[in-house]
């Protein structure tokens, strides 16, 4: 696997792993850490939240996760960076003994992910879900029965959505220390069906965006539409504040 690098003048972190790599990765026995996505999103919110920057700056796994960057990374690397979303690696997991823990998404979406990892036999000595609401309040709370499986967990699911799940890792790893960490935010309910992906040839060309907008606007105008004007002065906020601790 090539070494990582730092995109363009935020240093992003981005690990050119293909789908089948992160799997590999992840069943790594000798591996542990957090994995993150970087899109266009991401970006930004590593320019303005000091919390989500520290998470990724240490993450084992920074995939390219949105086009944008896997294009930035292309340069960066100079040879082709292919997109690689969570749902594109989550839904390759193969067949596997060790136990998985998922946190996120309602419970009807919670339920329905764990049955489809149990269907294919992934994690088969033990799938613990904790949904995103009273689940992970009771979680949070030092409530919820995490014992058996889940404390030797091998890979922990985390599909809060961001920055949320970002603010909340330090917690996760305090609960689960010797785990893999994914950070992975939408998929949950993106791999249940409950929001519908974008057809394969709009994943491809990069306006995947689009078909997102398109389908939910109240939530995803600012993201798609705001956030990228904004990243110029963000980018410049970040510059000046590390040029000021230097």
């Not at 294919?120 to 992970?136: C, F, H, K, N, P």
């Not at 992906?197 to 939530?219: I, T």
């Amino acid at each position: 696997m090539v070494e990582r690098r730092f995109l363009g003048p935020w240093r992003l972190p981005v690990d050119p792993y293909s789908a089948e790599e992160i799997v590999a990765w992840v069943n790594d026995p000798t591996k542990t850490g957090t994995i993150t996505g970087c899109n266009l999103h991401s970006l930004y919110l590593y320019c303005v939240d000091p919390v989500f920057r520290r998470v990724y700056d240490k993450s084992a796994v920074s995939l390219a996760d949105g086009s944008p960057i896997a294009w930035l990374a292309s340069l960066a690397f100079r040879k082709r960076v292919q997109k690689v979303g969570s749902t594109d690696w989550l839904r390759i997991l193969p067949p596997s003994r060790a136990p998985i823990v998922v946190i996120g998404g309602s419970p009807s979406v919670n339920a329905e992910f764990c049955r489809q990892l149990h269907d294919r036999e992934v994690g088969t000595s033990g799938i613990e879900g904790i949904d995103g609401y009273d689940g992970l309040a009771e979680l949070l709370a030092g409530r919820h029965p995490i014992g058996g499986p889940s404390a030797e967990a091998n890979l922990v699911i985390v599909g809060l959505g961001m920055p949320l799940q970002e603010h909340l890792e330090a917690k996760f790893r305090a609960f689960f220390p010797r785990s893999k960490i994914a950070l992975v935010g939408g998929a949950l309910d993106q791999l249940v069906g409950y929001q519908q992906l974008a057809p394969a040839w709009m994943r491809s060309s990069g306006l995947e965006w689009m078909w997102r907008l398109v389908r939910d606007p109240k939530r995803l105008a600012y993201r798609y539409l705001i956030e990228p004007l904004k990243l110029p002065v963000a980018t410049w906020r970040l510059l000046r504040e590390r040029r000021a601790s230097s």
